[in-house]
């Protein structure tokens, strides 16, 4: 199993940029893939970003692309989500996950471990 603790959620004005970070621990070696979703109330989880583990490709989803960018460090076993030009309608639990899967899979099944999510609000 692997554990992973997402950071750096907050409250920011529409246009302006915040960081997520996703640090993993444990049974990393057996992860492949690691992503981003988000679930706003009352909504599906929503695929945002993926990356492979050794950061040789990534993925995004259709309301992410162009504006955030997903990328890994492998020395702290962490991956980041930075977040640009947001809007009101990124606001939404932001989740990390990993995957043991060697594709960029865009949906939830195919994750196996997820964070407990931080909040991230965008205010007009």
């Known amino acids: 199993q692997v554990q992973l603790v997402e950071s750096g959620g907050g409250l920011v004005q529409a246009g302006g940029s915040l960081r997520l970070s996703c640090a993993a621990s444990g049974r990393t070696f057996s992860t492949n893939v690691m992503g981003w979703f988000r679930q706003a109330p009352g909504k599906e989880r929503e695929f945002v970003a993926a990356i492979n583990w050794s950061g040789g490709g990534t993925t995004y989803g259709d309301s992410s692309r162009g504006r955030f960018t997903i990328s890994v460090d492998n020395a702290k076993s962490t991956i980041y989500l930075q977040m640009n030009v947001l809007k009101p309608d990124d606001t939404a639990v932001y989740y990390c996950?990993?995957?043991?899967?060697?594709?960029?899979?865009?949906?939830?099944?195919?994750?196996?471990?997820w964070g407990q999510g931080t909040q991230v609000t965008v205010s007009l």
């Open positions: 996950a990993a995957s043991p899967w060697r594709i960029l899979f865009t949906t939830p099944e195919k994750y196996d471990d």
